[in-house]
T-cell receptor, first 113, second 113 residues
Framework: ETGVTQSPTHLIKTRGQQVTLRCSSQ?????VSWYQQALGQGPQFIFQ???????GRGNFPPRFSGLQFPNYSSELNVNALELDDSALYLC????????????FGPGTRLLVL | AQSVAQPEDQVNVAEGNPLTVKCTYS??????LFWYVQYPNRGLQFLLK??????LVKGSYGFEAEFNKSQTSFHLKKPSALVSDSALYFC???????????FGRGTSLIVHP
């Protein structure tokens, strides 16, 4: 098991609502990445945070936003939820730098009705 | 643009037999390549990575992968499969100038007793 934790484990929301997902990174890691994994697909990169600043972003709309806190924990916020946002959301922590191994949390499964 | 292909949705192998899970990639420049495993209702677990050096990379749980630059492949292998190896396997790649990995769609490995 990695030291990355995520909460909640499961969540049900309705279309148009807002959701906040949380992640605590592994000790010693100051970089956090968020991924969306739709059913039957590989993880898709949403964004990465390093030292509380966004450090890269995938092809996701602005209604996907994030924060990283001084203790390197992180939040993913999604506004105006759509049905297609239903997925497993994964958080991964790592040391900074290219090709550093990412350590994943167990994920939050979001269902949008 | 980066891309990763895992041409097999499912691989079936008998316990004790060797296994191969295929991955091909397309990135600009030198690739950084990764294999992760995902068990049901769990996050991704790191198996191994190729950065540079020896084309044969050894990883966790007896897995290894062979980097082949001419074929742009990074196939995952294990000499003797175990039933407990049954899981979903993801290949990921990023270019030398990017820290954002692209994941394949995953291959379901089923090891029969």
């Amino acid at each position: 098991e990695t030291g990355v934790t995520q909460s909640p484990t499961h969540l049900i929301k309705t279309r148009g609502q807002q959701v906040t997902l949380r992640c605590s990174s592994q000790s010693g890691h100051n970089t956090v990445s968020w991924y969306q994994q739709a059913l039957g697909q590989g993880p898709q990169f949403i964004f990465q945070y390093y030292r509380e600043e966004e450090n890269g972003r995938g092809n996701f709309p602005p209604r996907f936003s994030g924060l990283q806190f001084p203790n390197y924990s992180s939040e993913l916020n999604v506004n105006a939820l759509e049905l297609d946002d239903s997925a497993l959301y994964l958080c991964a922590s790592s040391s900074p730098g290219l090709a550093e191994t990412q350590y994943f949390g167990p994920g939050t499964r979001l269902l949008v009705l | 643009a980066q891309s990763v292909a895992q041409p097999e949705d499912q691989v079936n192998v008998a316990e004790g037999n060797p296994l191969t899970v295929k991955c091909t990639y397309s990135v600009s420049g030198n690739p950084y390549l990764f294999w992760y495993v995902q068990y049901p209702n769990r996050g991704l677990q790191f198996l191994l990575k190729y950065i540079t050096g020896d084309n044969l990379v050894k990883g966790s749980y007896g897995f290894e992968a062979e980097f082949n630059k001419s074929q742009t492949s990074f196939h995952l292998k294990k000499p003797s499969a175990l039933v407990s190896d049954s899981a979903l396997y993801f290949c990921a790649a990023c270019s030398g100038g990017s820290y954002i990995p692209t994941f394949g769609r995953g291959t379901s490995l089923i090891v029969h007793p």
